[in-house]
């Protein structure tokens, strides 16, 4: 099952995280932005690219937190390691989004290596 990521949604949150306003964000986009045009972008599943580009930039953020953070994995990883990385509390909410993000990747990780194995011992038992 493939999630789909909410890039606009993303963009909000990590906009709203560094404490920028929507027309501050337009401004630093450059002239053809505004604050309107902004929520706009943050209401779009998929965003352009190079918008992307930009906007990480701008919030000094990776590009790959913008293109995949997905609430509901996060809520599913962050309730199933939280006790295991008690050092994450002392991490600003990027920093902390970004450990989470790495900790989702390293399980996703694991699944695939466990489920190779099982399909290699159902092989063989064909």
Not at 2 to 13: A, E, F, L, S, T
Not at 119 to 125: C, D, P, S, V
Request: with cysteine; proline share 3%.
């Amino acid at each position: 099952m493939k999630v789909k990521i909410h890039q606009g949604r993303n963009v909000k949150r990590f906009r709203e995280m560094r404490g920028i306003k929507q027309e501050a964000l337009a401004d630093e986009l450059g002239q053809d932005w505004n604050q309107k045009k902004v929520s706009l972008l943050e209401q779009k599943e998929d965003i352009d690219p190079e918008i992307i580009s930009k906007v990480s930039e701008i919030l000094k953020i990776p590009e790959e937190a913008i293109k995949t953070f997905n609430d509901d994995i996060a809520m599913l990883a962050l309730t199933n390691t939280k006790e295991l990385s008690p050092a994450r509390n002392n991490l600003n909410p990027i920093e902390e989004i970004l450990c989470l993000h790495k900790e989702i990747i390293d399980l996703y990780e694991h699944q695939i290596i466990e489920r190779k194995e099982m399909i290699r011992l159902l092989e063989e038992m064909l």
